[in-house]
């Protein structure tokens, strides 16, 4: 039973490969005259030419295999690896089956039975990446696939004409990016769930060397409706992009540092930014001679490190980390509007993370200390308690009928719906805007624990509600309106 739902798993990896006309079918080209993969002609017949392309392809599978090593068997505190034997590879050889994953909520071949694939999501040189849905109503999820169409494989089909190895050279790709999900799980990095990898040896066919990883599915970054967005939700981006640096840091592979920082390689998933790309992320930091040779060059700054004396630019890629997180995110997301009682500590940020003169902790540290006074209305000690004397207060009720108006950023496009600490800061607002005539203070709370707020200029009905409650200014009450 096992064998014939692994088949079927295999076989729907191969039919959604159909579907998304990105992955074909096996190439055989027979060619009277091939070259090697550096351009010169082959010196022997058909035979020794086919023998030299077979070698040169598995020359270059075992060179990704190697430089798995140090992922999956890190470096103990002596600087020595495991002893690990090393096998001679044929051709074909899965670089899938080196290491079992934790069993941690493991999905593997059998959970991709009856998928169906819904769009592609994104491809590049070597990958494909598709959202599908699950048999028994599970959350989609995005597999990643070897793009057969993508440069890769085809730089690899004219250089070794053999579409099976290719097709596992190609992979190795994508079983390193797996073995850093796996060594690298944090709530802020996109979710392993499992993978499926074909048949090798045996029968062969369309199923050998066939993979996916499963990756739990998280929504785009969208800058531009960041940049749209309350404050509280630009400072969460941020806040959780520190705590993953923090984390990388001070990871089990090392430091880590993410070369190709952009906001592409990022996600959310229930407002939660995630890394989801890991294809540049290196666990080793620069060797070096000299100063110079620590050296982090950006278009507008560059700032010089210290070469140690183990010949290591040690915090290299924490620095490199951390101002690529201040150019990309906070430079857009943070200081614009954000609560006049925090801009001090923000600008404070800012500049020490513009100029790298705050190592990562001592930013995690700050931005937390921001939560805190945020969450807890402490940035709030100067408006004063009478304000809400102005206003009277009909608990249990809401607002029906609404008159609204708008304002920026709101959390509904309809109206004016801010996030508020309490009642105070509620009033505060209300009295800054010249339509406000009153308030509703609905229940609902974000992220930070904070409730949200609705403002409007007038309403024509209080209809009973225990989850909420209005406030009224006082100068409307002679107009009361009526009770549903």
């Known amino acids: 039973m096992g064998h014939s739902l692994r088949a079927a798993a295999l076989l729907a990896v191969v039919v959604l490969s159909i579907l998304v006309s990105l992955l074909v079918t096996s190439v055989q080209q027979q060619l009277g005259a091939r070259t090697l993969p550096n351009g010169s002609a082959t010196p022997g017949g058909e035979e020794e030419e086919e023998e030299a392309l077979r070698r040169a392809l598995i020359h270059q599978l075992n060179q990704r295999r190697k430089e798995l090593i140090p992922l999956l068997f890190p470096a103990e505190p002596n600087g020595k690896r495991p002893s690990q034997s090393d096998p001679d590879s044929v051709l074909g050889y899965s670089l899938w089956n080196e290491v079992t994953l934790g069993s941690r909520d493991h999905m593997g071949c059998d959970s991709l039975v009856d998928m169906r694939a819904v769009e592609v999501?994104?491809?590049?040189?070597?990958k494909l990446v598709v959202r599908a849905h699950l048999a028994g109503g599970q959350p989609p999820v995005a597999l990643k696939l070897v793009n057969e169409q993508g440069v890769d494989m085809n730089k690899c089909l004219e250089d070794f004409k053999e579409p099976t190895g290719c097709r596992e050279l190609v992979s190795s790709k994508l079983r390193r990016e797996m073995i850093l999900l796996d060594r690298l799980r944090h709530p802020n990095v996109i979710q392993l769930k499992g993978h499926?990898?074909?048949?090798?040896?045996?029968?062969g066919g369309v199923e050998r060397g066939r993979v996916a990883v499963i990756l739990e599915q998280g929504a785009p970054l969208q800058m531009?409706?960041?940049?749209q967005s309350p404050w509280e939700d630009r400072?969460?981006?941020?806040?959780?992009?520190?705590?993953?640096?923090h984390f990388l840091s001070r990871s089990p592979l090392g430091s880590?540092?993410?070369l190709d920082f952009q906001p592409r390689q990022f996600v959310t998933v229930s407002g939660q930014l995630k890394l989801t790309d890991l294809d540049d992320a290196s666990p080793e930091e620069t060797a070096c001679r000299a100063d110079a040779d620590c050296t982090l060059r950006f278009p507008h700054r560059n700032f010089t490190l210290a070469c140690s004396a183990r010949g290591l630019c040690e915090g290299l890629n924490e620095k490199r980390n951390l101002y690529n997180a201040y150019r990309f995110f906070f430079t857009y997301l943070l200081p614009h509007q954000a609560p006049h009682g925090l801009t001090h500590l923000v600008d404070h940020i800012m500049n020490t993370t513009g100029e790298l003169k705050a190592d990562i902790s001592q930013t995690l540290e700050a931005f937390e200390h921001i939560l805190l006074l945020y969450k807890a209305g402490l940035h709030l000690d100067n408006l004063p308690p009478s304000i809400v004397r102005d206003y009277t207060v009909l608990r249990g009720m809401r607002t029906s009928g609404n008159v609204e108006y708008r304002c920026w950023p709101s959390y509904s496009?309809?109206?004016c719906v801010l996030s508020v600490h309490g009642a105070r800061e509620a009033a505060y607002i209300c009295n800054s805007h010249s339509q406000c005539s009153s308030f509703t203070l609905t229940g609902q709370k974000t992220w930070t624990g904070r409730l949200l707020a609705s403002f409007r200029s007038s309403f024509d009905q209080l209809v009973?509600?225990?989850a909420s409650e209005v406030y009224v200014k006082k100068t409307q009450v002679?107009?009361?309106?009526?009770?549903a």
């Open 121 to 126: 999501l994104g491809s590049g040189y070597t």
């Open 196 to 203: 499926c990898a074909g048949v090798q040896g045996g029968g």
């Open 224 to 227: 531009i409706q960041l940049l």
């Open 235 to 245: 400072f969460r981006v941020c806040l959780d992009l520190v705590r993953l640096l």
């Open 256 to 258: 880590v540092g993410l």
């Open 413 to 415: 496009q309809q109206g």
């Open 464 to 466: 009973p509600d225990g």
């Open 478 to 483: 002679l107009e009361a309106p009526s009770l």
